[in-house]
């Protein structure tokens, strides 16, 4: 996974670092203060990384499970996140380590995607049903990607921050490789640090239309409730870079 001088994995899998590169994101954050304010009762955020919207919500009262599959990201949670009502859970977004009593499990900033093949998104949806009460709610963050702008974002420069333990600099870029057939993506994320140091991760992910979403969700007792292409509730349309989809577990 990762290559070059001692603790260069550390670039990748460095909770500090994956704040640089993926937690400083903003856009989504009043978008879920809104929403939680409209339920009630305990919430699972699958993918949780380092809390960086779980925390959030538990910091307004909620209580909240915060379930990842990376233990370097829950480590930086535990640390820097915690809170009287946030719990981090190393576990699979598939074998969701619960027995039923969510009113929501949600899954922010393209969680969701990692479901590579319809069978992981069936068993994760199924893990999402069998954990809620009957009206519960799933909450989908999903990428929101046509063929030909999936092909255009072939080559980018992500960022560039000083490294946490003052070693210079690091420049991340991300190389994406996409199959329109399988609709997968692959995203090949470089971290240069400016005295060599380098290391590698490949992320792979696939993109969901609406009615694939739907086909999931009606296999598992789901149901779609709402559709949007944003964070304000704009339509959903091929503009749209993300889509965010409720469904409701039927009564
Ligand atoms: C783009 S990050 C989003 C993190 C967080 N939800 C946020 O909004 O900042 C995707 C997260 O999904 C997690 N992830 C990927 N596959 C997973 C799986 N099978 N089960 C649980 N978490 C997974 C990754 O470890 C990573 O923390």
Redesign the pocket.
């Known amino acids: 996974m990762a290559s070059g001088k001692p603790h260069a994995s550390r670039l990748v899998l460095d909770g500090r670092h994956?704040e640089y590169v993926?937690?400083s994101?903003k856009e989504?954050l009043s978008y879920w203060a809104r929403w939680a304010e409209t339920i009630s009762g305990p919430i699972l955020?699958?993918?949780?990384?380092?809390?960086?919207?779980?925390y959030r919500l538990a910091a307004k009262g909620h209580r909240v499970y915060g379930?990842?599959?990376?233990p370097e990201?829950l480590l930086y949670g535990r640390r820097h996140r915690l809170g009287p009502n946030m719990r981090y859970v190393q576990?699979?977004?598939?074998a969701l380590p619960f027995d039923i009593g969510f009113t929501a499990v949600i899954?922010?900033?393209?969680?969701f995607n990692?479901?590579v093949t319809d069978e992981?998104a069936l068993q994760?949806l199924a893990e999402a049903h069998r954990v809620l009460l009957p009206g519960g709610e799933v909450v989908l963050?999903l990428i929101n990607m046509t063929d030909d702008r999936a092909c255009d974002d072939a080559d980018a420069f992500l960022i560039a921050y000083s490294d946490p333990d003052d070693v210079g600099f690091i420049r991340v870029s991300q190389a994406t490789r996409y199959d329109g057939r399988t609709r997968r993506v692959w995203l090949d994320r470089r971290h240069l640090r400016s005295d060599g140091a380098r290391a590698s991760v490949t992320l792979a992910a696939r993109f969901y239309r609406l009615e694939d979403v739907a086909a999931l969700a009606e296999a598992t007792g789901l149901r779609v409730a709402s559709v949007a292409g944003g964070y304000e509730n704009e339509e959903l349309d091929q503009d749209s870079d993300v889509a965010v989809i409720h469904l409701r577990k039927l009564a």
């Not at 955020?45 to 779980?54: D, I, K, N, Q, S």
């Open positions: 994956y993926d937690g994101r989504d955020e699958a993918g949780c990384g380092t809390g960086r919207v779980g379930v990842d599959i990376a990201l576990a699979c977004m598939r899954y922010p900033y393209s969680v990692h479901n992981e994760c963050d």
